[in-house]
C-alpha cells in the first residue's frame, strides 16, 4: 500500500516539476531502477508494487520521442547512453534472476517495445543483439509459465525484425561450446554489481548531480568502473565468434552452431494455450524463410525442427482411431493449421475421432505449409524427413496391412493427405513414397520392385469393393497433381518405344487417298447419321476451344486429320450396338453433354503439363525399339482387367474404373492419346489397348442380351432410376448387367468427346 502511495505521488512531482533535457530525464529514471536495488530490503515483493514498470515505460516513451524529433537513421544522446552503458546487458541479467518476482516478465515487454517502436535498427548494434540472444534462451525454458504470453511477444519481434533484415539472423547462431560455457556461469545480482553500474552511469550524467560516496567507498568503486565492462565482454561472445558476413566461410554453418530462436520457438509450440502454440509456429514460419544459407543449414542440422515436425505428425497419426469412416475423412471441412479449435458440443455433424483428425490433418497443413513457404535447402530437408520418418516409418505398416478395415482407413487418409497437400517439395516426397524413383520401362518381372506401389494397385483389384474405390480415387486425385513423375511412373514410360503397335512400311496399296486428301469413303461429320448430336444447336463456336496444347514440332508438322478425328470418334459412337444403348430415349443426355466438361478438364490438364515440355507429335517409328517386348505397365494392366469385367461389376467401381481411365485419356501427350485414343493404330502381337478391350466387351455383351427377355426396356427403366426419373420399384434381374452397360455406353461417348476436343484444341492456331 505504502509503495503505490509512493508511486502516485512521484508521478504528482513529476507533473508539476519542470521538464528536464531528454537525456537527463532519461538517466533520472535508469537511476531509479538501480536505486532500487542498492536501497530495497525486500526482495520478494512483486515488481508491480515498485515504480520500476512505470520507469521502464518513461525510457521508451524518451527514446521513441528522441527518434521522432532527429532525422532518420540519426542516433540520440538517450540510444547513446542505453548502447554504451549496457543497460540491455543489465535488465537481461535481473530478468534472468526475476528479482523483483516478476522482473523477467517486465524485462521481456522492455525488450519487445524497444524493438517494436525504435525505426532505426538495433538489433547490429553488439549491444543489443548479444542481450537479445541470451535473453532468447530464456524462453520456452518452463512451459505455462507466467511469463509466456511475453516470451512469444518478444519471440515474434525478433522473427519479424530478421524477416525485414534477413542477413541479420547470422548474429543468432552461435557456437555450442561457447553457450553451454556460459550457461555454468550465471550471474548473480550482488548490490555491488549495481553499484558499479550506478559509478558508470554518473560519469554521464549532468556535472551537477554527482552521487557523493565516502573515499574508501569511491575507490572501491573506481577499481570496479574498471572491471565492468571487462565483465560484460566475458559474459557475452566477441563478434569474431558469430557469423556477421555473407563471406564463404560464414555462408556455411558448422555443426556445432546452435539456433536458440528456433530451440525456443520450438519449446513454445508444445504450450498447452493454443495461441502460444500457434504464434510459435508463425515464428517458426518466418525463420523458415530466410534466404540466407547459415541460417537454413544451421536449421536443418543442429535443431530438432525436423524431428519436431514428424514426430508430432506421427504421434497425432497413431492417435486416430483404428476404424474411421472414409466419407468423414473426405467431408471434415477444410482445415487450416492456425484455426483448429473445435467443440464437439457444438458440432451437430460430429463423429468419433473427429477431434483427432481434425488435430491431424490441421499439423500436417502446418507442414505443408512451413515447407511451401521454407528456404530451398530447409524445405527440402524437412520434406525428406517427413518421408523417412512418417510417411516410411508409420503411413506404410499401415497401408501393407492385411485387415480390410485398417486399408481402407489408412488409404482413406492416404487420399486425403494427396488432396490436401500444395508445397511441390512435399508433393516430391509423397510422389516417390507411393509410386517409387524408377522411370525405366516395366516388366511384369519386377513389378513388385515397389511394394508398396504394387500393393496400392493391387488394391484397385481388391475383393472389398470400398477399397477398391478407395484407391482408385487417390491414384485419380494423384494424376491431376502438378508432377511428371507421377504419370510418366504409371503409364508413360511403358509407352515411350511405341512398341504396343506393328511397324508395316507403308506400299502403294495403303495409300487410299482421294485428291481433297481424305481418306476415300469418309463421311463428313454433319452427314453422318450416326453423329446426330453434334447438331449446330449442340456445337461449341471455334472461340470456345483453348490452343493450350503443345505446339507442333516443325519436324513433324500436322496434316489435316479432320477425317481421321470422325472416324475415331464415331468409332467410339457406335461401339455400343443399338439394341444396347438407351440414352436416345432420355432428353439430355446426349453425346454432346460431354463436350463442355471434356474441354474444360483438357485445358486444365493442358494448363499442368505446359511445363514438362513433352512432344507435340508421337515419336518417329525409325527411331523406337519396336522389336522389344510390350507390356502396359502394372497400372494400366489393372484397369484394363476391370474394364474388361464392367458387365459384371458394382456400378460405383464402375463409374470410378471410368474415371480414371477418362482422366488418362485427357492428358496431352501424342502417345497416350494414340494408345488409349486411336481405335485404328495396328497393335503388335498378344498387345492390347483400351479401344480392344471395350471391343470384347461388347463382343461379350452381343452374346448376353440374346439370353435376356424384355432387354430394352429393362434397360431403360433402369437408366430412369439411375437419373432419379423413375422411383425405386421392384429388383430387376440382371441389375449388374444392365447398370454396367449404361456405363459402357456413356464411357463410350465420353471417350469420343475427349479425343473430338483433343483434336479440335490441338489444330486451333
Known sequence: MFSKFTSILQHAVEALAPSLPLQEDFVYHWKAITHYYIETSDDKAPVTDTNIPSHLEQMLDILVQEENERESGETGPCMEYLLHHKILETLYTLGKADCPPGMKQQVLAFYTKLLGRIRQPLLPHINVHRPVQKLIRLCGEVLATPTENEEIQFLCIVCAKLKQDPYLVNFFLENKLKAMALQGSASVITEDMIKDHESVTTDTGQPGQPEETPGAAGAELMEKEDELPQQAEELSFSLDELNVTSSPESSTACPNQDYNLVNSLLNLTKSPDGRIAVKACEGLMLLVSLPEPAAAKCLTQSTCLCEL?????????????????????????????????????????????????????????????????????????????????????????????????????????????????????????LVYFILGEHREPETLADINRHPLRHRLIEHCDHISDEISIMTLRMFEHLLQKPHEHILYNLVLRNLEERNYMEYKPPCQEDKDVVENGQIAGAVDLEEDPLFT??????????????????????????????????????????????????????????????????????????????????????????????????????????????????????????????????????????????????????????????????????????????????????????????????????????MTLLEGVIVLEEFCKELAAIAFVKYHTSATP
Open 309 to 429: 515436425l514428424t514426430d508430432r505428425l506421427a504421434t497425432l497419426y497413431k492417435a486416430l482411431p483404428q476404424s474411421l469412416d472414409p466419407l468423414d475423412i473426405e467431408t471434415v471441412e477444410a482445415i487450416n493449421w492456425g484455426l483448429d479449435s473445435y467443440s464437439h458440443k457444438e458440432d451437430a455433424s460430429a463423429f468419433p475421432g473427429k477431434r483427432a483428425l481434425i488435430s491431424f490433418l490441421s499439423w500436417f497443413d502446418y507442414c505443408d505449409q512451413l515447407i511451401k513457404e521454407a528456404q530451398k535447402t530447409t524445405a527440402v530437408a524437412m520434406a525428406k524427413a517427413v518421408r523417412e520418418r512418417f510417411f516410411i516409418d508409420v503411413m506404410e505398416p499401415q497401408l501393407m496391412q492385411t485387415s480390410e478395415i485398417g486399408i481402407l482407413t489408412s488409404t482413406a487418409l492416404l487420399h486425403r493427405i494427396v488432396r490436401q497437400v500444395t508445397s511441390d517439395v512435399l508433393l516430391q516426397e
Open 533 to 734: 448430336d453434334l447438331s449446330p444447336d449442340n456445337t461449341l463456336s471455334a472461340q470456345e476451344w483453348l490452343s493450350a496444347s503443345p505446339p507442333v514440332s516443325p519436324e513433324h508438322p500436322k496434316n489435316d486429320g479432320k477425317t481421321e478425328v470422325h472416324k475415331i470418334v464415331n468409332s467410339f459412337l457406335c461401339l455400343v450396338p443399338d439394341e444396347a444403348k438407351s440414352s436416345y430415349h432420355v432428353e439430355g443426355t446426349g453425346y454432346d453433354t460431354y463436350l463442355r466438361d471434356a474441354h474444360r478438364q483438357f485445358r486444365d490438364y493442358c494448363v499442368i503439363c505446359l511445363r514438362w515440355e513433352w512432344p507435340g507429335s508421337p515419336r518417329s517409328l525409325e527411331k523406337c525399339n519396336l522389336e522389344a517386348s510390350f507390356f502396359e505397365g502394372h497400372f494400366l494392366k489393372v484397369l484394363f482387367e476391370r474394364m474388361g469385367r464392367i458387365l459384371d461389376q458394382p456400378y460405383d467401381v464402375n463409374l470410378q474404373v471410368t474415371s480414371v481411365l477418362s482422366k488418362l485419356s485427357l492428358f496431352p501427350h501424342p502417345h497416350i492419346h494414340e494408345y488409349l485414343l486411336d481405335p485404328y493404330v495396328n497393335l503388335a502381337s498378344g498387345c492390347k489397348s483400351l479401344f480392344s478391350v471395350i471391343v470384347r466387351v461388347v463382343g461379350d455383351l452381343m452374346v448376353r442380351i440374346q439370353r435376356i427377355p424384355d432387354f430394352t426396356p429393362k434397360l431403360l427403366l433402369v437408366r430412369k432410376r439411375l437419373l432419379g426419373l423413375e422411383p425405386e420399384g421392384p429388383i430387376i434381374d440382371h
